[in-house]
């Protein structure tokens, strides 16, 4: 008889697409509750619902009681989340349930990067929902280290129901290709959503320390511009125009890492950088900040090269290193292509597929 799960997410759930292909081997039959408007294949029930991803009572008050009315109606085996707000709205609203959740805390975004009054009052809340559930998972997934110190830290976790998964996995079937690294232009690739958080004006200072010290790298900004603020806007991306190249939002990133001879992302915080696998695989060395959700995965000079975080100056020292050392970049490449095998969906799959059957069976 096959077990029922259900995979709770946001607008990004149809990243869970490939885990369930997995699942699904496991004899599992995965439901998929998300706000993504992506297509989903006809083996798996996806239900688009309503979730609000900022501070909302009112609409997630509306959440909880659609969880309530959908999990009434529906039976599954095992609930798992992947998303900020389902992590503690979805067991808020089962508590009298006992239907076994898990969840994937993926990261914990501006909330916890922001000491403005607003945010440390969100961050009191965000704890304070956590306590009151915490009773209720059956296992909480971290992605990082510093992640899980946290909910430990702040007793939002037992001592004993919690796992580190590093990274939602990549599926390493799909990459089939290798960078050749050949270009005439030294070319960096970055792809992210274009926030401040995501160490964009550094890129952008970077680019054109770089352009003054007579280096004419080729710089490509990859993603849709998510912040119109004092910090990052319009009229600062276009005043860089000169220096990079902003290619918004694309379909065809994997031709883009392909055609790249460097990925550079200088975040400040991540939960698990995956990006940073997918570069790894197409055989790209890296650069990046020393930072959470990155460190769990590039090392200094084996995968690639770790930079201070908001140091636009030692950002571009690392460019111009890394471009005109070629034995320095083969040597990353190739660490990359090896140690992001680790990392591979199915070696994922297996762990989650392990903490779901102890689940179902507690």
């Known amino acids: ?170 599926e390493l079937k799909s990459i089939t290709r290798k960078a050749p690294r050949n270009n005439t232009r030294f070319t960096f690739v970055f792809v992210a959503r274009l926030v401040y958080e995501k160490g964009v004006i550094n890129l952008l200072e970077a680019a054109r320390i770089c352009r003054n010290k007579g280096h004419d790298f080729r710089i490509q900004l990859i993603g849709p511009l998510e912040e119109d603020s004092k910090r990052l806007n319009q009229s600062i991306l276009d005043h860089y125009k000169n220096d990079v190249e902003i290619l918004g939002q694309r379909d065809d990133v994997y031709d883009l890492l392909c055609d790249a001879d460097a990925f550079v992302l200088p975040t400040f915080r991540e939960g698990f950088a995956r990006v940073l696998l997918e570069a790894a695989a197409f055989g790209l060395p890296i650069i990046a900040t020393n930072v959470t959700g990155v460190r769990e995965f590039v090392r200094h000079e084996k995968e690639g090269l770790l930079v201070t975080v908001k140091n636009s100056d030692a950002l571009a020292e690392a460019m111009i290193r890394l471009a005109t050392d070629k034995a320095l970049a083969l040597h990353l490449a190739e660490n990359a292509l090896k140690h992001v095998e680790k990392f591979s969906l199915e070696n994922v799959s297996k762990q989650y597929i392990n903490i779901f059957n102890e689940a179902i069976n507690q």
């Open 1 to 170: 008889m096959k077990k029922r799960i259900c995979l709770i997410g946001g607008e990004d759930v149809h990243k869970r697409i490939a885990l369930s292909r997995y699942l699904i081997e496991a004899d599992f039959d995965v439901t998929i509750l998300g706000t993504s408007t992506n297509e989903f294949p006809d083996d798996i029930t996806y239900i688009q619902y309503n979730l609000v991803r900022h501070f909302s009572p009112v609409a997630d008050r509306k959440t909880i009681q659609w969880y309530r009315r959908y999990f009434s109606e529906n039976q599954f085996d095992l609930i798992h989340t992947f998303d900020t707000k389902p992590a503690f709205l979805v067991p808020w609203a089962l508590k009298k349930s006992s239907i076994p959740i898990c969840r994937t805390i993926t990261g914990l975004g501006t909330i916890f990067m922001s000491d403005k009054p607003f945010y440390y009052l969100l961050r009191e809340t965000y704890y304070f929902l956590h306590r009151r559930v915490k009773h209720r998972v059956f296992k909480t997934v971290f992605q990082n280290y510093d992640d899980c110190e946290l909910y430990k830290s702040h007793d939002l976790i037992t001592k004993d129901n919690y796992e580190l998964i590093f990274s939602s996995g990549i």
